[in-house]
């Protein structure tokens, strides 16, 4: 099925219109329904094939292409921004409500703002809203997110110097877990594996398969294999090269080399658990 992929904001989750006949391009601002009404997105992909199962009907069609008074509209709804920013913060701080702003935004129509804020717990922000109505005259939306949710809007520079995954190149979250770290060999050290909201970094997902199936083929570290040169202990493994670093005690002398996977001979875990099981069916 042929679609149109759309996004509301740089990095954010896409989304699948029908091109109600329109000539698209990437890049090109459209108008399209949602459920808080019309909206401005970007076109990121105009002429897309998917699946019909990753269609949430109805498919609604983008409803015309952006003009040059829908793009002032939505340079002057970001030009009210910083001033509604600040005077929120006013707010939030006049009512010593334990809550951190990190976003606002006008809906297109600028029927609506929403502003976005952290916090530790819940938070009875009624008398803010009521204190917001007051200044805008217009509906008031308050919205909590995490941490991770924080970092996406916000931004930054993560420790591999570019810029965070979430913000940039990643629509939804992956699941991340410390066994992906323990699989590639990592430092457990949370300094080194956790990103800029403190969590474990998502692109420790990227490659967690590959060294998921490499884990399984690799003896343990400082388990006793044997090499052509002769028995030794694991001190280390490279499972891109998929290479095993070996101390073998020889003349009285320590030595370490480094073999081929498929020169080392030791007990993988698979074949142990196997023995262990016809063992047991045995006893029984």
């Given at each position: 099925m042929e679609v149109v992929v759309v996004k509301f904001k740089r990095g954010a989750k896409p989304y699948y219109f029908?091109?109600?006949?329109?000539?698209?391009?990437?890049?090109?601002?459209?108008?399209?329904?949602t459920a808080r009404g019309q909206e401005f997105a970007t076109v990121t992909d105009p002429k897309h094939e998917t699946d019909e199962k990753n269609i949430v009907p109805p498919l609604k069609n983008i409803l015309r292409i952006a003009t040059e008074r829908d793009l002032e509209t939505v340079a002057k709804n970001e030009e009210r921004r910083p001033e509604a920013m600040k005077i929120c913060k006013e707010k939030i701080a006049a009512r010593g409500l334990p809550m951190k702003l990190i976003d606002?935004?006008?809906t297109f129509d600028g029927s609506k703002v929403i502003f976005t804020f952290t916090a530790e717990g819940r938070v009875d922000f009624r008398e803010l809203v009521k204190d917001l109505a007051s200044v805008f005259r217009i509906r008031i939306e308050l919205k909590q997110v995490g941490i991770r949710d924080e970092t996406k809007i916000l931004g930054g520079i993560a420790p591999c110097g570019r810029e965070c995954c979430c913000a940039g190149c990643m629509p939804e979250f992956k699941k991340v877990s410390i066994k992906m770290a323990k699989n590639q060999g990592?430092?457990?050290?949370?300094?080194k594996i956790s990103g800029l909201c403190g969590r474990l970094m998502c692109c420790l997902a990227y490659e967690n398969e590959y060294y998921a199936g490499a884990c399984k083929?690799?003896?343990?570290?400082?388990?006793?294999?044997?090499?052509p040169e002769g028995r030794g202990v694991v001190v280390a493994e490279n499972m891109l090269k998929m290479t095993v670093r070996v101390k073998i005690e020889k003349d009285g002398a320590l030595i370490y080399r480094d073999f081929p996977l498929e020169e080392i001979r030791f007990k993988r875990a698979a074949e142990s658990e196997k023995e262990e099981k016809e063992e047991e069916e045995a006893e029984e």
């Open positions: 029908g091109s109600g006949g329109l000539e698209l391009k990437r890049g090109q601002g459209v108008i399209v329904e606002c935004e006008f990592l430092s457990l050290n949370p300094g083929q690799m003896p343990k570290l400082g388990g006793s294999v044997g090499t």
